[in-house]
């Protein structure tokens, strides 16, 4: 990949908070129209990183581009060119839906500011409720919005912090619609979240805890990498299965999707033995099967209790 494809492309990009390093040495490579996910637990440094890359925190030390501008040099000219919508943001919900987008035209100081909110309001298919206050849409229709407000500027990079937290998983569905067509469109991505739904939309994956990237790789290497072994569990009674299998040596994810319980590990022979436990259940089976992301999510995820607010490493 030649390097003018690269969005990002950072090098040991290091911040420290009083004694504390919270993000250590990280690299980053991003080519364009990338969906690049952040995944780990509380307080592992994600948010931080996002924040050195667009230029909105200082680095400690590290260098590199983004958007072919230097990360420690030019972060005004990164800052103006990149889409960042967080947790926290949030419309003027006494405003209408047309007033904010001009907001954010202003905000962005816009030529043609007019075209570009028509444009958004007809992208959204909002044209005709143009006028109606935010504060009466729908969750999912504010997020939208919101989505539309961060990226009226047009930004070549899209920065999401959590951006679905507490909303359901129908809007959430629609909002990565919104996004896998921006990514068509060759904008890139690079997004935090807790959420598996999520994670199985991104391209490639990091996984961080304590400030560093532990693993990062394609999201269809993922599960290899974690290196998990499964059995899928049938029984008449999942309930007592589950009992049984649960806190058994070597069952590393235990995870009920519908009628059967996946129970997976890193150490096969462990897992058979604890798979043992069903033996002499009514309708008991134990198959093997390979885990996919959905169980290395739930590994990964469960595996580092909330970072910087517990011992540590
Ligand atoms: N301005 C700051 N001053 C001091 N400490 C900070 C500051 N910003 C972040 N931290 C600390 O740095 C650590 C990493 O925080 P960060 O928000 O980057 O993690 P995160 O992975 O995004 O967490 P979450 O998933 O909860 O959003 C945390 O311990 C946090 O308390």
Excluded at 27 to 42: E, K, Q, S, V, W
Excluded at 58 to 70: E, F, M, V
């Amino acid at each position: 990949m030649a390097d003018r494809e690269l969005v990002i492309d950072v090098r040991g990009l290091t911040k420290r908070f009083g004694d504390k390093t919270v993000v250590d040495h990280f690299d980053l490579a991003a080519p364009r129209g990338l969906i690049y996910g952040f995944l780990g637990p509380n307080g592992s440094g994600k948010t931080t990183t996002i924040r050195m890359v667009c230029g909105l925190l200082r680095p400690d030390a590290g260098s590199g581009t983004c958007l072919g501008y230097d990360v420690l040099a030019e972060s005004r000219k990164i800052k103006a060119r990149v889409g960042y919508m967080t947790q926290r943001f949030s419309l003027y919900e006494d405003l209408s839906i047309r007033e904010n987008l001009e907001f954010f035209v202003r905000l962005y100081g816009m030529d043609r500011g007019r075209r570009r909110v028509d444009a958004a309001l007809a992208e959204l298919g909002l044209s005709g409720r143009a006028k109606q206050l935010a504060g009466r849409l729908s969750g999912g229709w504010k997020q939208r919005l919101a989505l539309a407000a961060c990226m009226i500027h047009e930004p070549e990079l899209l920065l999401l912090d959590e951006p679905t937290a507490g909303v359901d998983p129908k809007a959430r569905r629609d909002f990565w619609d919104a996004i896998r067509q921006y990514a068509a469109q060759g904008v890139t991505t690079l997004v935090s979240t807790h959420y598996m739904d999520e994670a199985v939309q991104c391209d490639r994956i990091a996984y961080i805890a304590y400030g560093k990237k532990l693993i990062d790789a394609p999201s269809r290497d993922i599960p290899s990498q974690v290196g998990l072994k499964g059995f899928k569990v049938h029984a008449d009674d999942l309930d007592e299965a589950e009992r049984r299998l649960k806190g058994a040596p070597g069952v590393e994810v235990l995870a009920r999707f519908g009628v059967v319980i996946h129970v997976c590990g890193r150490d096969v022979r462990a897992l058979a033995r604890a798979v043992e436990r069903i033996r002499g259940l009514e309708g008991g089976r134990a198959d093997r099967f390979e885990p996919g992301l959905e169980e290395a999510f739930i590994f990964l995820m469960s595996e580092v209790a909330d970072n910087f607010n517990g011992a540590g490493p």
